[in-house]
Antibody
Framework: EVRLVESGGDLLKPGRSLRLSCRAS????????MTWFRQAPGKGLEWVGF??????????EFAASLEDRFIISRDDSRNIAYLEMHSLKTEDTAVYYC?????????????WGQGTLVTVSS | DIQMTQSPSSLAASVGDRVAITCRAS??????LGWYQQKPGKAPKRLIY???NLQSGVPSRFSGSGSGTEFTLTISSLQPEDFATYYC?????????FGQGTKVEIK
């Protein structure tokens, strides 16, 4: 059974940093790019960024407004994808979801984690 | 960036009604689009991929159509469990972008 479990969400003050984890199981993690999305309270869904497979260089793409503060990495030996967030702002308050991306349409964002809540408030 | 204009933003319908939700892309995206259902407090669930392919396990009353710039999600006979918010997502060009969402409510 495919499972994605996010963790690391917290309540913190503006300017702080946080690292979220997405632990995967039930599939060959190394074969999948991993994507992060977020959803601010009462708002729609937003793409944050993704990391390619290590075979494809493990490079990343981000929403333009986030790429100077956010970093995505992966540990294929532990089946975990990470989202590091720096210089957090109140507008980063959201539920953060991870999803897998198998490249082709049928394996693109077919499974999502349950989400982890990040609250940034003074 | 590709803008996804989703309509309507909300609708009220009765059980058994046929419902259609559309997404229009600001430029052609081939069929690189998925449809997602989200219930309050839950993660999105994929219903349709590559515009018209039904996700395994999703009831056949859901269908998707379109290509290029115009896409439609149709629910042929609305059921009580279908009251939710629906989103389209294009993955043709970075940044990947969602429609604004359509909230389907009970009439």
């Amino acid at each position: 059974e495919v499972r994605l479990v996010e963790s690391g969400g917290d309540l913190l003050k503006p300017g702080r940093s946080l690292r979220l984890s997405c632990r995967a199981s039930g599939f060959t993690f190394a074969d999948y790019a991993m994507t992060w999305f977020r959803q601010a309270p009462g708002k729609g869904l937003e793409w944050v960024g993704f990391i390619r497979t290590t075979l494809h260089g493990g490079t990343t793409e981000f929403a333009a407004s986030l790429e100077d503060r956010f970093i995505i990495s992966r540990d294929d030996s532990r089946n975990i994808a990470y989202l590091e967030m720096h210089s957090l702002k109140t507008e980063d308050t959201a539920v953060y979801y991870c999803s897998r991306d198998g490249g082709s349409g049928d394996y693109k964002f077919d499974y999502w984690g349950q989400g982890t809540l990040v609250t940034v408030s003074s | 960036d590709i803008q996804m204009t989703q309509s309507p933003s909300s609708l009220a319908a009765s059980v058994g009604d046929r419902v259609a939700i559309t997404c229009r892309a600001s430029q052609g995206i081939r069929n690189d689009l998925g449809w997602y259902q989200q219930k309050p407090g839950k993660a999105p669930k994929r219903l349709i991929y590559t515009a018209s392919n039904l996700q395994s396990g999703v009831p056949s009353r859901f269908s998707g159509s379109g290509s290029g710039t115009e896409f439609t999600l149709t629910i042929s006979s609305l059921q009580p469990e279908d009251f939710a918010t629906y989103y389209c997502l294009q993955h043709n060009n970075y940044p990947w972008t969602f429609g604004q969402g359509t909230k389907v409510e009970i009439k």
